[in-house]
């Protein structure tokens, strides 16, 4: 079955760059996405990114994926305080039905630091 | 605010009261999920439909629960006999058209704020 998975925190000072890594086990994921969710909301999305690129540049975020090792990044350039949140990495695959549900990760804690 | 639109967003129940959730989607969105996520977890599938139709459902999903879309818009999820094990986030979400077969093109999906639940 599918299966994501992510570090569970991540500490950076403000200004820096912040890596959160993701791994997935499906091989059939189409789409991958992340979502931020800041404490006791919803999800809300940041980008995604098809499995037939490589990498896709949105303003301070980078997407990478290494489709080889099914290994998926979020680069958030320039940290701010404001970007302390929960990431979550997930995936879907192309339906053999009609349902495309997403699978998470348990999510990545990043604490910004002054 | 024209995004997904959960209610209530908090509720307190005792054991074995019944609860219901109301999601109203995205304008246009034909797709609506119904996700639960526990505490330090991520968000897991329950259920899922396009337009009324419930095409799928989650194991996690037990006898408990029931979930409904009658006129293709809004939806309702009805916890029954509510246990402690069933406080969680409620989160609904929907998603756009998609095209099908070799015209897929995959969607994105966008959440509502969720509704926490408590079962004292």
């Known amino acids: 079955g599918e299966d994501v998975e992510q570090s569970l925190f991540l500490s950076v000072r403000e200004g820096d760059s912040s890596v959160i890594n993701c791994t997935y086990t499906d091989s059939s994921s189409t789409y991958l996405y992340w979502y931020k969710q800041e404490p006791g909301a919803g999800l809300q999305l940041l980008t995604y990114?098809?499995?037939?690129?490589d990498m896709k540049q949105d303003q301070r975020l980078t997407v990478l994926l290494n489709k080889k090792d099914k290994h998926l990044s979020l680069r958030i350039a320039d940290t701010q305080t404001g970007d302390s949140a929960i990431y979550f990495c997930?995936?879907?695959?192309?339906?053999?039905?009609?349902?495309?549900?997403?699978?998470f990760g348990t999510g990545t804690r990043l604490q910004v630091t002054l | 605010d024209t995004g997904v639109s959960q209610d209530p967003r908090h509720k307190i129940t005792k054991r074995g009261q019944n609860v219901t959730f109301r999601c109203d989607p995205i304008?246009?969105?034909?797709?609506l999920y119904w996700y639960r996520q526990t505490l330090g977890q991520g968000p897991e599938f329950l259920t899922y439909?396009?337009?009324?139709?419930?095409?799928?459902k989650s194991r996690l999903l037990s006898d408990r629960f029931s979930a409904e879309r009658p006129k293709g818009s809004f939806s309702t999820l009805e916890i029954q006999r509510t246990e402690q094990g069933d406080s969680a986030m409620y989160l609904c979400?929907?998603?756009?058209?998609?095209?099908?077969?070799?015209?897929?093109?995959?969607?994105?999906?966008?959440f509502g704020e969720g509704s926490w639940l408590t079962v004292v």
């Open positions: 304008s246009e969105h034909n797709r």
């Open positions: 979400a929907s998603s756009i058209p998609e095209g099908q077969g070799l015209q897929w093109t995959g969607n994105t999906i966008y």
């Open positions: 990114i098809f499995s037939n690129m």
């Open positions: 997930a995936e879907t695959a192309k339906p053999t039905g009609t349902a495309s549900k997403l699978t």
């Open positions: 439909f396009q337009n009324e139709a419930q095409l799928e």
